[in-house]
């Protein structure tokens, strides 16, 4: 079983940076690769960002390539998402994700999901 709780949502304008925290309970948190999903109203769940166990390989979405950044500390049980340049359309519920399967950005690869931190960014 693994738990997770994100933190570093908020309102944040246009331009803007915000840095998510995702961190995990478990001495397992090695062994599983790690994701960022969002979710904005009305729409499905899209994949964000995603690292390997060790960090030593990350994929990121289009929409967020080279404004979104993923990492990891295993020291510390606690995955990031650090977003600058954010954009009104970057408006949604943020969801961090555990996965042992390799489909890294497929939601269905993922076993374990927190609640969510809401990211509004105002124009």
């Known amino acids: 079983q693994v738990q997770l709780v994100e933190s570093g949502g908020g309102l944040v304008q246009a331009g803007g940076s915000l840095r998510l925290s995702c961190a995990a309970s478990?001495?397992?948190?090695?062994?599983?690769?790690m994701g960022w999903f969002r979710q904005a109203p009305g729409k499905e769940r899209e994949f964000v960002a995603a690292?390997?166990?060790?960090?030593?390989?990350?994929y990121h979405a289009d929409s967020v390539k080279g404004r979104f950044t993923i990492s990891r500390d295993n020291a510390k049980n606690t995955v990031y998402l650090q977003m600058n340049g954010l954009k009104p359309e970057d408006t949604a519920v943020y969801y961090c994700?555990?996965?042992?399967?390799?489909?890294?950005?497929?939601?269905?690869?993922?076993?374990?999901w927190g609640q969510g931190t809401q990211v509004t960014v105002s124009s």
């Open positions: 690292i390997s166990l060790t960090g030593g390989s990350t």
């Open positions: 478990g001495r397992t948190f090695s062994s599983y690769g």
């Open positions: 994700a555990a996965r042992l399967d390799p489909r890294y950005a497929d939601y269905a690869g993922y076993d374990y």
